[in-house]
């Protein structure tokens, strides 16, 4: 079908490089756009008939007596091979015969150009739309998969990654890099920009569910090689946060939320930063600061703050280093005996062992924990 705003933009396009009488009908034999607006909406009976006999063109004589129909040349315009309405060359037909041809390709040129040119706009509208539920509504899922297969996506598994940048880059160069380093395997993926200058990829997960936790960087990190290889070349400062793997659109927005924790919660000297290694912060983070307030308020009152101090930097560098002595030492700038024995200190002070009793171990960690919320 012929769009009547669309006819009325190429008549306004052509009245500004040529003078000729022109007039753009539709499938019915209406007139939509002219450059003589008197004869819009009147009825053009061969255009009528070049629609329905399916005629390429048809000239009229200045003698002929045709509804609404002045002397000139009638030719079908045709849009992916399909006539969609008729072109009208107003004058006489010797003379405009040899710039019709040239006309109508013009015409059916710009109706390509500016039916694809709002198909994107449409699609891109679409896009925003459907990201916007994706991320932020409560919507059915049965509408949420309609609004994605409508846009080309499948409801599959995939992982969220986000990307943000110290400086201005070029988004759309970055995004190319990943999809040009992904190739096939990332027909699936769908990227987002952000007006705050961030790269949102939910990346299709097809591998097998066996193994994920032992795999699923080696995944991520070959899916990213080329734009990783990009910024290292370029000095781009980045930080990539990865986070949960989901199943269902309906849930993918729980994944990009742990994302923005990442993002916000973890500070560490790594560009990749990958949601399940702080899952155990996180829950944390979950729980109302009052329900731990509840249970170690009456501890952190009576410790001193020299103790509290001590307690907060050992313990969370045991914490942040899977309780490695000689890492954690290394993290402290201390020698290792030096921390066993601030570390048998702190076991004498509270009376648990976290280096050799696992449920110790969780409570010294929620008290670092608490610890660390207070200050």
């Given at each position: 079908m012929l769009d009547v705003e669309l006819a009325e933009k190429i008549i306004e396009k052509l009245t500004e490089c040529t003078d000729y009488n022109i007039n753009i009908m539709n499938e019915r034999g209406i007139i939509v756009a002219s450059t003589d607006k008197s004869r819009v909406g009147t009825f053009h009976e061969v255009a009528f008939e070049i629609i329905n006999k399916k005629l390429d063109f048809k000239e009229v004589e200045a003698e002929d007596t045709f509804?609404?129909?002045?002397?000139?040349?009638?030719?079908?315009?045709?849009?992916?091979?399909?006539?969609?309405g008729v072109?009208?060359?107003?004058?006489?037909?010797?003379?405009?015969?040899?710039?019709?041809?040239?006309?109508?390709?013009?015409?059916?040129?710009?109706?390509?150009?500016?039916?694809?040119?709002?198909?994107?706009?449409?699609?891109r509208t679409d896009k925003e739309h459907f990201i916007n539920c994706l991320l932020y509504e409560d919507i059915n899922k049965r509408e949420l998969h309609n609004m994605a297969q409508a846009l080309g996506y499948?409801?599959?598994?995939?992982?969220?990654?986000?990307?943000?940048?110290?400086?201005?880059?070029?988004?759309?160069?970055?995004?190319?890099?990943?999809k040009g380093g992904a190739g096939r395997s990332g027909r699936e993926d769908i990227f987002v920009t952000s007006r705050d200058g961030k790269i949102l990829i939910f990346k299709s997960y097809t591998e097998p569910i066996e193994g994920f936790f032992e795999n699923y960087k080696y995944v991520i990190g070959e899916y990213l090689g080329?734009?990783?290889?990009?910024?290292?070349?370029?000095?781009?400062?980045?930080?990539?946060?990865?986070?949960s793997l989901q199943a269902s659109m309906a849930h993918y927005k729980y994944g990009y939320q742990h994302c923005l924790w990442l993002e916000k919660s973890v500070s560490v000297p790594k560009r990749s930063i990958?949601?399940?290694?702080?899952?155990?912060?996180?829950?944390?983070?979950?729980?109302?600061?009052?329900?731990?307030h509840k249970v170690f308020d009456v501890f952190a009152e009576r410790y001193t703050d020299e103790f509290k101090k001590m307690y907060t930097e050992h313990i969370g560098a045991l914490y942040e280093n899977n309780y490695s002595m000689q890492e954690s030492s290394k993290r402290l700038y201390i020698h290792k005996n030096t921390l066993a024995f601030r570390l048998d200190k702190i076991k004498n002070q509270l009376g648990l062992n976290p280096m050799q009793n696992a449920r110790d171990r969780e409570l010294v960690n929620y008290f670092y924990y608490y610890l660390r919320q207070l200050s």
């Open positions: 509804l609404g129909t002045k002397a000139g040349i009638n030719m079908a315009l045709e849009y992916k091979r399909d006539v969609i072109l009208g060359l107003t004058g006489e037909i010797e003379k405009i015969r040899p710039v019709v041809i040239v006309i109508k390709k013009m015409v059916e040129t710009m109706l390509e150009y500016e039916t694809q040119k709002e198909d994107a706009l449409k699609r499948s409801d599959v598994t995939r992982v969220p990654i986000l990307i943000s940048f110290s400086d201005s880059v070029n988004l759309k160069e970055m995004s190319e890099k990943i080329r734009f990783l290889r990009h910024v290292a070349e370029n000095e781009i400062d980045c930080k990539i946060c990865v986070g990958f949601f399940y290694d702080y899952l155990d912060e996180y829950l944390k983070h979950q729980l109302p600061f009052m329900e731990l």
